[in-house]
């Protein structure tokens, strides 16, 4: 592992320095824990013997574990700190605990963040606010908005898949299921690398290439490895799906698509290059069979409202808001809703009610809109199936695949036939 020297885009002033200096410089006491070693020490041994060739050559990845912290502390054996500002470098023999009062950040005099301080320990664990335990660096990032800092997570990337897996999918669940997710997710997060899609979306450094959230992709930490989810990670070292411009992949995932898997155009505004939507009867038997939600006519008119300020529906609709609403017959797989408003014909997509309306009322974007009338009053009811967006690998489809004894590549080929596997590292 090797030592991650940010340097600061747009430095602030030199008065801004100095305060971040000297907070910075006020850390807190030493501590002392003779049990420490006892505690941890099998598994940094395991850590050491599990660590080959393979995870060396891996990139790091810089992941957001943690947003707007008032404050931050890291322990750890012989921890090597470094002050970005000062440029001073330190190395503290035994156990250490390092504070840092990110609440007393004058933050508002910065218009991007600041890249503070690093932190990395030779034994190999670092503990995050006497909390979670990670391996590799964490970087102490001051947050843009408040007086607070960002926590920034740097491993090697198999590392961080192996952690991922018992998040994103399930540790129990099939090798050959587990090492299409870590597939999957290598790609995800080389391509949020390659692209600096993050940084880019911000327009500025951000000192991370991807958050762990459902936003991006939920990471693990040191306990969440365990053999089974490092060797799906290490079988499938450097693989990654490529387009068919053979570049790395945007590659989604999902829960449990409900019969049929969606392309991104489906669901987002942006085309993604080489995705198919497949039939999916595999996640059938697995997960929640199906769903159904229930919507008045004044929700669905705030949400016309809504679609038409961002531009999905015509700005001329609010002159007919007041005449008689009737829904075009609507299917399952069904891209579009169709409407009426008076004798005015209107579309829109059918994934921007999951969007407005959020998952718990939408939970996937396979279902039926219907109307359902009873005695003198209407509302509309969602008749649905799935859980997620429904954008490439079925989660719960992989798992039956795996579980009928097909392996990773024919998992993946299936739900990414526009794709090809390459190893690049
Ligand atoms: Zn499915």
């Avoid at 008076?342 to 999951?354: A, E, I, M, V």
Wanted: net charge positive; hydrophobic share 35%; glycine share 6%.
């Amino acid at each position: 592992m090797t030592w991650y020297f940010g340097t600061t885009e747009g430095a602030p002033r030199l008065k801004n320095w100095i305060l971040l200096f000297l907070i910075f410089a006020s850390i807190a006491s030493e501590e002392t824990s003779a049990n420490f070693t006892r505690v941890y020490g099998k598994y940094l041994q395991e850590n050491a013997v599990q660590k080959g060739p393979e995870i060396k050559s891996a990139p790091s990845v810089r992941v957001l574990v943690q947003k707007s912290r008032k404050d931050v502390s890291i322990s750890g054996l012989d921890l090597k700190r470094k002050f970005h500002l000062s440029n001073r470098t330190k190395h503290f023999a035994g156990r250490k605990k390092i504070k840092f009062k990110c609440s007393e950040l004058r933050s508002a005099d910065f218009n991007k963040p600041v890249l503070l301080a690093s932190l990395g320990s030779s034994a190999g664990l670092l503990t995050l606010n006497n909390d979670e335990k990670f391996n590799g660096l964490i970087h102490v990032v001051s947050s843009r908005d408040s007086e607070s800092c960002d926590v920034v997570h740097e491993t090697d990337m198999d590392t961080y898949i192996a952690g991922l897996l018992a998040k994103e999918m399930n540790s129990k669940w099939p090798i050959e299921a587990l090492k299409a997710q870590a597939v999957a997710a290598r790609s995800y997060a080389l391509h949020k690398m390659q692209s600096g899609q993050v940084r880019k979306e911000a327009g500025f450094e951000t000192f991370y290439d991807l958050e762990s959230s459902e936003k991006h992709q939920v990471a693990g930490n040191f306990f969440d490895v365990n053999p089974k989810t490092r060797s799906a990670a290490l079988a499938t070292s450097g693989q990654v799906l490529v387009n068919s411009r053979s570049k790395i992949a945007p590659v989604f995932f999902h829960a449990k698509c409900g019969g049929q898997t969606l392309r991104p155009s489906h669901v987002w505004q942006n085309k993604v290059d080489s995705y198919t939507s497949v039939k999916c009867p595999f996640c059938e038997n697995h997960g929640q069979r199906a769903y159904n939600s229930k919507l008045t006519l004044s929700k669905i008119k705030k949400f016309i409202y809504w679609a038409k300020r961002k531009g999905h529906l015509p700005a001329s609709i609010k002159e007919h808001m007041s005449k008689p609403f009737r829904l075009v017959r609507d299917k399952k797989f069904n891209r579009k809703i169709h409407f009426y408003l008076g004798s005015h014909n209107y579309s829109f997509k059918k994934t921007l009610l999951r969007r407005y309306f959020g998952r718990f009322i939408v939970p996937s974007n396979n279902f039926e809109m219907k109307v359902i009338r009873k005695n003198k009053s209407a509302y509309f009811q969602i008749d649905g199936a799935g859980l997620g967006h429904g954008v490439g690998m079925c989660q719960l489809g992989a798992l039956d695949l795996a579980q009928r004894g097909w392996d990773y590549k024919r998992i993946l080929s299936y739900y990414f036939p526009g794709h090809t596997l390459s190893k690049v590292y």
